[in-house]
């Protein structure tokens, strides 16, 4: 079994990397400090929300794995999305990440 790393020092980490690439992050949504689940709405510029979260693998990894994208003709949806996952874990933790490259940054990230 691996040690899992707190929470809050994972959406810290999360963040250092995001502005190491030029980009920025904020919490939009803070859960327990220390075995929170982490989500990543990944964008560009503010447009084009993707959302990332850890999903466990046949070999026992567990990769951030895209699992919504936002509809540009009714963004509102996604938003809301997110609001319900906050209602339903109250734990949760949404991190926003405006990056160049989700993709590669998502790459970065530890299994």
């Known amino acids: 079994m691996t040690t899992r790393l707190p929470a809050h020092l994972e959406v810290s980490s ?14 939009l949504a803070k859960g327990e400090r220390d075995a929170g689940t982490v989500l990543i709405v990944s964008m560009c510029r503010g447009r084009d929300a ?3 979260e ?3 693998q046949l070999d026992g990894s567990r990769p951030f794995v895209a699992t919504k994208s936002e ?3 009714k963004p509102k949806e996604f938003f809301d999305y997110l609001e319900r ?3 339903q874990d109250p734990d949760i933790w949404i991190l926003e990440v405006d ?7 998502i ?3 530890p299994h």
């Open 14 to 27: 999360l963040i250092r990397l995001a502005e190491s690439h030029g980009g920025s992050a904020m919490v």
């Open 50 to 52: 993707r959302l990332f």
């Open 54 to 56: 850890r999903m466990p």
């Open 71 to 73: 509809d540009i003709e």
């Open 85 to 87: 996952r906050k209602r």
């Open 99 to 105: 990056v160049a490259d989700a993709e590669r940054f």
């Open 107 to 109: 790459a970065l990230l």
